[in-house]
């Protein structure tokens, strides 16, 4: 197990607490939040099929010439729609850098957005946390290895060795373990905790994403 750095975890109702200056683009947001969830309601599904194709694109190349402002346009649509809940641990990253350096800000940030993208795919596994970890975990690596073909210098050790353990078939077990580790966390209250979440409340047709 990897050693302990920001706590994570989730609770319902909330929005984001900030790490540093690592999230300052999630605690923008998140600062309108509440009026926004009282505004509108559930998520379309243009809404949803835009939100996926900017997630993979991100993946693909997040640091792009639309990257900055669909990245911010998909975070604060998690944020302010009823019926899709994406819960940040940044247990799974170990330290964030702080301040950030290296892209480590479009690394973390992306787990959010493939959470929600796999969600979104795969209706039927919302509830399914070890999944949705997964998917998000996966998506933010793939980030990682776009980032470094285009920075070789933005190397973070830590996702290194993320990388390492996917490659050896390892990753299903560290999801698993960090997300125990997430869910203790989560009952201290800790002050450095992140919550990007909206109310779950009933989805489109395929069910309610928890």
Not at 54 to 81: C, F, T
Not at 173 to 187: A, G, H, L, P
Request: aromatic residues 6%; neutral net charge.
């Amino acid at each position: 197990m990897a050693p302990s750095g920001s706590r994570g975890g989730c609770m319902a109702r909330q929005v984001i607490r900030g790490i540093a200056t690592a999230i300052l683009v999630l605690t923008f947001f998140a600062s309108r939040a509440g009026s926004a969830q009282e505004q509108r309601g559930p998520s379309t599904a243009e809404e949803r099929a835009r939100a996926v194709r900017v997630a993979r694109q991100l993946e693909e190349d997040p640091l792009g010439k639309d990257a900055k402002e669909q990245r911010a346009w998909m975070i604060q649509w998690i944020i302010e729609i009823p019926d899709i809940t994406v819960n940040v641990c940044a247990e799974y990253f170990g330290s964030l850098p702080n301040p950030p350096r290296g892209h480590s800000q479009e690394v973390f940030t992306q787990m959010m957005l493939s959470s929600a993208a796999f969600m979104i795919e795969h209706p039927d596994k919302v509830k399914n946390e070890q999944a949705v970890a997964v998917a998000g975990l996966l998506g933010s690596l793939k980030t990682y290895e776009a980032v470094l073909k285009q920075d070789p210098a933005a190397h973070w050790a830590y996702v290194d060795r993320l990388v390492r353990m996917r490659d050896q078939g390892k990753l299903e077990e560290y999801v698993t373990e960090t997300r125990i580790k997430c869910k203790s966390d989560e009952q201290e209250r800790d002050p450095d905790t992140i919550r990007a979440q909206a109310s779950p409340l009933t989805a489109a047709p395929a069910g309610r994403i928890l």
